[in-house]
């Protein structure tokens, strides 16, 4: 069975996903850097010079190409954008949201603009996380809150909130 971590960019899911992977005693992935291996760049490139819908074909392509088990998976911010490539990660294993606030995630996405976050021109930081926050909740199947806690405490939920279901 996999992990799957999603939520917004900057809520830690690969900075929680390593730990989580040792603690666990599992693999870990991270999408983002999968992407860019398969792609030969940057996930900032790809978005400047393809655009954001190419960017997510790549990213839909590298999720539905994981065949991988017993594996913390943390994902892009944007692999809820599509429905397929979630069905899919969801028949592995659990999904994870890591919720954190907008205020935080503005705090720590100072220059997202250089993260290679897909976001539409002229959407703000909060435009996008209300966007995408019924998205998280919709594939979600334990939610824990990213903030306010260290990462042992972060992870101490999530195996606790994973022993339930």
């Known amino acids: 069975m996999n992990i799957i971590l999603i939520g917004m960019p900057g809520c830690g899911k690969s900075t929680v996903g390593v730990v989580l992977a040792k603690v666990m005693g599992m693999h870990f992935c991270d999408t983002d ?6 792609e030969g760049r940057k996930l900032q490139e790809i978005i400047n010079t393809d655009g954001n819908d190419a960017f997510l074909v790549c990213e839909k392509n590298a999720l539905l190409s994981l065949d991988i088990d017993d594996t913390v998976i943390a994902t892009g911010g944007s692999a809820i954008y599509s429905d397929e490539a979630m069905q899919y990660l969801k028949k592995s294993g659990k999904v994870v949201y890591l919720k954190v606030s907008e205020e935080e995630i503005e705090r720590r996405l100072a220059d997202f603009a250089a993260r290679g976050v897909a976001i539409k021109d002229g959407m703000t930081v909060k435009d996008l996380y209300n966007e995408r926050i019924p ?6 199947d334990i939610t824990v809150k990213g903030e306010g806690s260290d990462i042992p405490a972060v992870i101490g939920k999530i195996a606790e909130e994973l022993a339930r279901i």
């Open 33 to 38: 850097i999968v992407i860019q291996q398969r």
């Open 135 to 140: 998205l998280y909740e919709k594939y979600a």
